[in-house]
Nanobody, 118 residues
């Protein structure tokens, strides 16, 4: 079993910053990529940023230059962070962490709410 737990969401004014954290633990044998996705009310879930284990991070056009994804592997936990700067009201959504393992297996966290007020 693999568990992902997100934290760091909250309410912030436009122009502010938040840092989301995701802790992945459990039976992690190989990670193809870790990423952040978001889903706003009435909209489909969309990719925000992805950190491949081989390759460079990629970002949605809407967050390029404002968001930064990073990863830190510790002994028992893999951490992935999303630093969000210059937040806009349209960034309001539930943010989810996803781990993609071998054979395209996907594991999702429970989500954390980010609300940006104008």
């Amino acid at each position: 079993q693999v568990q992902l737990v997100e934290s760091g969401g909250g309410l912030v004014q436009a122009g502010g910053s938040l840092r989301l954290s995701c802790a992945a633990s459990g039976s992690i044998f190989s990670i193809v990529a870790m990423g952040w996705y978001r889903q706003a009310p009435g909209k489909q879930r969309e990719l925000v940023a992805i950190f491949p284990s081989a390759g460079t991070p990629r970002y949605a056009d809407s967050v390029k230059g404002r968001f930064t994804i990073s990863r830190d592997d510790t002994r028992n936990t893999v951490w992935v962070y999303l630093q969000m700067n210059s937040l806009k009201p349209e960034d309001t959504a539930v943010y989810y962490c996803k781990l993609t393992g071998l054979f395209s297996r996907e594991y999702w966290g429970q989500g954390t709410q980010v609300t940006v007020s104008s």
